[in-house]
């Protein structure tokens, strides 16, 4: 079942395993990168989205960071939280 998977998905482990050594000796490299998580589970998510386009997912990971975070206004009910603009 497995092997199915990876051959629609087109994702074999030697791919995987060459794609993750280079993103996260790129994040090791990147002067301005200071704290970054490069466990498998994060840095496959941008490598997939990339179609495991190194040089694609790096430029992902970069803007990704410099995206602001929405501030969420507090509520008594957490169900109605509102963004802030």
Known sequence: ???????????????????????????????KIKKCRTDDAFLLRFLRTKK??????CEQLVNEDKAPIPQVQPSRNKEEQVPVT
Do not use: C, G, T, Y
């Open 1 to 31: 079942m497995s092997s199915e998977f990876e051959s629609v998905a087109k994702e074999d482990e030697n791919l995987k395993s060459q794609a993750l050594d280079q993103f996260r000796e790129w994040i090791a490299k990147h002067p």
């Open 52 to 57: 495991f386009s190194v040089p694609r997912a």
